[in-house]
T-cell receptor, first 114, second 115 residues
Framework: NAGVTQTPKFQVLKTGQSMTLQCAQD?????MYWYRQDPGMGLRLIYY???????DKGEVPNGYNVSRLNKREFSLRLESAAPSQTSVYFC?????????????FGPGTRLTVL | AQSVTQPDIHITVSEGASLELRCNYS??????LFWYVQSPGQGLQLLLK??????LVQGIKGFEAEFKRSQSSFNLRKPSVHWSDAAEYFC?????????????FGTGTRLTIIP
């Protein structure tokens, strides 16, 4: 049981490049989330998916798109990366569809945009 | 709008000493409250949570937290810290069901343990 996995672990992009961060969970959870973590700002919710086939914006969605590919996978896409998107990105999942409960976090992706 | 304040950015304590990390929240209804811990280079792990009932909740690794509605606080405590407790700690508040409000995290408190 791997929990929540994220790929890649590290990535360096140039301004304007695109990339997709992958996330998968094997706990049969309904809800999945993408956060970014910046120094002194804690975690901020980018997008979440309450259940397969649904997605909704969080606090900081601009510049990102998401896809809930199936119940297991939730990807985050940066279409045209900007230096302001340099951050550590965490994926998380939880059991209830759209409800607050324990969230299980992946190990994170450290992204640098030059 | 809901918010979480962790007033201490960085705390240093001696190994074996007691610990209290502060968390104040602003929320219009009954909050769901969480404490998470993040070890260096790792994701977040749940320490404990409060939904209802007994206002003193026990968590993993010997941590506990007390919900005080009158003070809008949910402080984390541990009677005797170990070197392995060095990490960053996040308090979070959220509604029962996501709607206009979702889970909001504080900015974190970094804990350093000295021998």
């Amino acid at each position: 049981n791997a929990g929540v996995t994220q790929t890649p672990k590290f990535q360096v992009l140039k301004t304007g490049q695109s990339m997709t961060l992958q996330c998968a969970q094997d706990m049969n959870h309904n809800s999945m989330y993408w956060y970014r973590q910046d120094p002194g700002m804690g975690l901020r919710l980018i997008y979440y998916s309450a259940s397969e086939g649904t997605t909704d914006k969080g606090e900081v969605p601009n510049g990102y798109n998401v896809s809930r590919l199936n119940k297991r996978e939730f990807s985050l896409r940066l279409e045209s990366a900007a230096p302001s998107q340099t951050s550590v990105y965490f994926c998380a999942s939880s059991v209830p569809p759209g409800g607050t409960d324990t969230q299980y976090f992946g190990p994170g992706t450290r992204l640098t945009v030059l | 709008a809901q918010s979480v304040t962790q007033p201490d950015i960085h705390i240093t304590v001696s190994e074996g000493a007691s610990l209290e990390l502060r968390c104040n929240y602003s929320y219009g209804a009954t909050p769901y409250l969480f404490w998470y811990v993040q070890s260096p280079g790792q994701g977040l792990q749940l320490l404990l949570k409060y939904f209802s009932g007994d206002t003193l909740v026990q968590g993993i690794k010997g941590f506990e937290a007390e919900f005080k509605r009158s003070q809008s606080s949910f402080n984390l405590r541990k009677p005797s810290v170990h070197w392995s407790d060095a990490a960053e700690y996040f308090c979070a508040v959220g509604p029962k069901y996501f709607g206009n409000e979702k889970l909001t995290f504080g900015t974190g408190t970094r804990l350093t343990i000295i021998p």
